[in-house]
């Protein structure tokens, strides 16, 4: 019997899981967090990679626009942003500078949010804006046909600078970098045609993938047209401790981190594993079931067909956007899901995406999910409810037989399981 710890939501979950042993335990490589963040941002924004330091780019005029990570993910802007604004302080006054939450279709952040995110010296100090999907403007489109339409703020300002943390994502490659522009502050059409059903169902838009991948291509594009200046990203630890910062060019940074990313979170399977269980991280990636698909599909990559995955999420923020619901609720199973979606080379609304990968991931496997929705929540989106782990491991046995092959993810989201040949 082997006990795993299990982030949920703000806590942890102590769960015995029979028979496992060490190796069916995928987690990425733990990094020691750097015992002076600051000083490592500090020294980043002063020789970053492939460019000058940041205060030898700016004029003592130049209108600055900071976007930022939004309350979905973990990336300590409250660590990042106050460095860069030390340095921009020196050169710029205040009012030139402008800070952007970068949210995508995500609901916008209250003062409360604002203050967790940023601090509230930052708040009342500098203007703080959350994007608004609506206020855009269109500055073309990309070689793939998709508008590009992103933040009024970040279109007319002189400077760009974007936060972020890199981690595997699961269609974009990795997080970080360029996304800070689409789909960060792009509008809901351009996000829509990005996240479009033929770019996500390429096999090479899936996590831990750059070469030919069309939805991080296309993103790359969309920063460049739109004049990203410059990034601060960094990796985290599973303490959500910073152990590297990646500063300067977008593209050569971000590139330079998602290599460091990937081999700390690539985890070799030599076979499949009749039952998955993982989770999405905990707070604030298990915010709700919309994001916890997230995990679901790294699951589903090392599980076989027929296999069932048992995720534990908190959810306490509900399903998620009720156009991801609806689309669930109404269709009679992951086919007709896909089905539908496959008819539109884009989506015309809503946040479909998360359907695709969801109803991808249903096609070949039963999801169990432990969380604070009621069952009623939780089984009209064909998700089998579970009351504890304990619970949905016993199904699952029952179903599976008592010697199926366990693997557990603690962390989905952050671990990159890769099947390899024996």
Known sequence: MAKVPLPYGDSLLEVDIPGLNAESILTAKFIAGLKHPEEA????????????????????????????TDNTRPCPDDIIVPVILEML??????????????????????????????????????KVFNHDPSETINIGETSRGVPVEI?????????????????????????????SIAPAVSSARSIRNNHSYRMLDNPCSRAGILKNNPVHEDMVEQARMARLDFIVNVTLNSEGEITHVFSGDPVI??????????????????SAYDITLTTNGGAPLDLDFYQTCKGIDTAAQITRKGGIIIMAAACDQGIGPEEFRILHTSSKSPEDVLAKLSRSSSYAEGVSWQNQLLGRAQQDHEIFLFSNLTDDEISPMMITPIHSVEEGLEIAYKRLGADSRVGVIPRGPLALPMMIED
């Open 89 to 126: 302080t020196a050169i710029l006054p205040p009012e030139n500078i402008t800070v952007i939450i970068g949210l995508g279709l995500h609901p916008p952040l209250n003062h409360e949010q604002l203050v967790k995110k940023l601090g509230k010296d930052i708040i009342d100090r500098f």
């Open 151 to 179: 933040n009024k703020k970040v279109a007319e300002a002189d400077f760009r600078i974007s936060t972020g943390f890199i981690e595997p994502h699961f269609f974009a490659g990795f997080s970080g970098g360029r996304k």
């Open 41 to 68: 941002i500090r020294n980043s924004l002063e020789n970053p990679l492939g460019c000058q330091g940041l205060r030898s780019l700016l004029n003592d005029d130049d209108k600055v626009v900071i976007i930022t």
């Open 253 to 270: 940074a971000h590139e330079t981190g998602c290599q460091i990313a990937s081999k700390n979170a690539q985890i070799p399977i030599t």
